[in-house]
Every structure is written in C-alpha cells, then in structure tokens.
C-alpha cells in the first residue's frame, strides 16, 4: 500500500464536489502547521429553511483518515446508512492507497458526515 498523504485526502474528499451540498455553509478550508488541512463548516438545518445554521464542525485530514480506517473495519458494518461503495473504497484506501480509489461526491459526503457526527445523517 501506498502513504495516503494529505494532499490524496483533499482531493479525494474535498474535492469531490461533496462540500457543495446543502448542508455544509460557512465553508472554510486551512492549513495546520504539520502541514495538513483543515475543514471548518456550518451545519444547515434543512428543516428550518431559513433559520440555518444548527453547529459548527472542524475535521482534519487525520480525522478524515481515522474514519476511513474505522469504516474498512468492522466497526464500519454497524453505521446505519453508509453504503456499501462507501466502505469498499474506504477498504481500498486503506489496503491499495489513493491510487486505486474512485470516490464520487455521494461517498466523500458520507465519510465527511461520519467523521463530524458520528453517523450518517444527511444524504
């Protein structure tokens, strides 16, 4: 397997076209100074259309990739509405690295989602 860097994580998950989705505002993207990233964004409550904003969240490229690692475990088969493409290239990235992944925006969604919340609860 390949070292998954932190440049592989941002293109594969912040640029994926997920962080367009309706319930990421207030995106801010950073550098950290062991020369990874950092995604800060506003949850929108779709619910409340015009009120908004219900949290702020931080997940770094180490979160990202710690939940990568436990959606290829385990572990990853008890998280209610994670597909199942989302763990086989979470499994790839793990086992093959970043070359032999292809994840669309749906996927990248779900990883982001699991990372900040714990689970899946947009999609």
Not at 57 to 76: C, N, W
Request: aromatic letters at 8%; a negative charge; charged letters at 25%.
């Amino acid at each position: 397997m390949g070292k998954v860097s932190a440049e592989d994580l941002s293109t594969i998950f912040l640029g994926s076209g997920a962080l367009t989705y309706p319930w990421y505002t207030r995106v801010d993207i950073g550098d950290t100074q062991d020369g990874g990233w950092e995604l800060t964004f506003a949850e929108y409550d779709i619910a409340q259309a015009v009120e908004g904003v219900v949290g702020e969240h931080t997940v770094s490229d180490l979160d990202i990739m710690r939940t990568v690692r436990m959606i290829a475990s385990k572990e990853g088969e008890s998280i209610p509405f994670l597909g199942k493409h989302t763990r086989k290239e979470c499994q790839a990235l793990v086992s093959k690295g970043a070359d032999d992944v292809d994840f669309d925006s749906d996927m990248a969604d779900q990883v982001i989602q699991v990372s900040a919340f714990g689970k899946v609860v947009y999609g």
